[in-house]
C-alpha cells in the first residue's frame, strides 16, 4: 500500500521569508511525484512533478522540490514567498499502475 | 493547455432531488477522469475513476446507485448525486488524465460546491 505524509498541517510564515513544506510517501513500487495548490474555493492547480530525470525539479510560481528517493521525501521549498502565496499544498504520489493518493494538505499562510 | 472545467460551480439544492455535475477537457482527450469529493479542511477523497465508454470504478464504500457516473465521450464525464441528502454537501473536484501522457499526470477541475438543504 502507498500513503503520503505531509509533515506540517500549518505553516505560517512572514512575507520573503523562505519556505519548506515537507512530504513523506512510502511505496513499494516506483512512483510519480506531484505537488498541487488549492486557492479558497477553486480546484487543484498543478505546481510541479517529477517523473525521472534530475531530482531538483523547479515549478510554476518560484516553487522547486527535490526528489530524494533514499529519504522517501518530496520536500515543496520556495525562496521567498508573497502574500498571494497563502493557500492548501497538497502532495500527491502516483504509484505505476495505480492511483494518485493525496497527501492531507498543509496551509501555508502568509504574513506581511 | 490542459484545462478541465466544472458546471455549475455552485448548486444549491432540496433534499431528495438529484443533481448533475459535468466535468469537460477542453483541449485535449481523456479516456480516464477522477471524481474526488473534498470535506472542508481536509484531503482529497477519491470517489470513482470514470473510464470512456466503460463502467466507473468506484472506491470502496462511496454507493454506485447514488453517485451515477457516466463517461460517454473523450471530453465529457458526468457526476450525479441522485435522491440528495444534506450528507451530501460537499466540494466535489473532478480532474482528468490526457490520454498522450503517459506519466500520468492530472488537470483539475475548479471544483462544484454542492448545498443540499
Known amino acids: 500500500a502507498q500513503s503520503v505524509t505531509q509533515l506540517d498541517s500549518q505553516v505560517p510564515v512572514f512575507e520573503e521569508a523562505p519556505v519548506e513544506l515537507r512530504c513523506n510517501y512510502s511505496s513499494s513500487v516506483s512512483v510519480y511525484l506531484f505537488w498541487y495548490v488549492q486557492y479558497p474555493n477553486q480546484g487543484l492547480q498543478l505546481l510541479l512533478k517529477?517523473?525521472?530525470?534530475?531530482?531538483l525539479v523547479k515549478g510554476i510560481n518560484g516553487f522547486e522540490a527535490e526528489f530524494n528517493k533514499s529519504q522517501t521525501s518530496f520536500h515543496l521549498r520556495k525562496p521567498s514567498v508573497h502574500i498571494s502565496d497563502t493557500a492548501e499544498y497538497f502532495c500527491a504520489v502516483k504509484p505505476r499502475n495505480n492511483d494518485m493518493r493525496f497527501g492531507a494538505g498543509t496551509r501555508l499562510t502568509v504574513k506581511p | 493547455g490542459a484545462v478541465v472545467s466544472q458546471h455549475p460551480s455552485r448548486v444549491i439544492c432540496k433534499s431528495g432531488t438529484s443533481v448533475k455535475i459535468e466535468c469537460r477537457s477542453l483541449d485535449f482527450q481523456a479516456t480516464t477522469m477522477f471524481w474526488y469529493r473534498q470535506f472542508p479542511k481536509k484531503s482529497l477523497m477519491l470517489m470513482a475513476t470514470?473510464?470512456?465508454?466503460?463502467?466507473?470504478?468506484?472506491e470502496q464504500g462511496v454507493e454506485k446507485d447514488k453517485f451515477l457516473i457516466n463517461h460517454a465521450s473523450l471530453t465529457l464525464s458526468t457526476l450525479t448525486v441522485t435522491s440528495a441528502h444534506p450528507e451530501d454537501s460537499s466540494f466535489y473536484i473532478c480532474?482528468?488524465?490526457?490520454?498522450?501522457?503517459?506519466?500520468?499526470?492530472?488537470?483539475f477541475g475548479p471544483g462544484t460546491r454542492l448545498l443540499v438543504l
Open positions: 517529477y517523473l525521472s530525470g534530475s531530482t
Open positions: 470514470s473510464n470512456e465508454g466503460s463502467k466507473a470504478t468506484y
Open positions: 480532474s482528468a488524465r490526457d490520454r498522450r501522457e503517459y506519466q500520468e499526470t492530472q488537470y
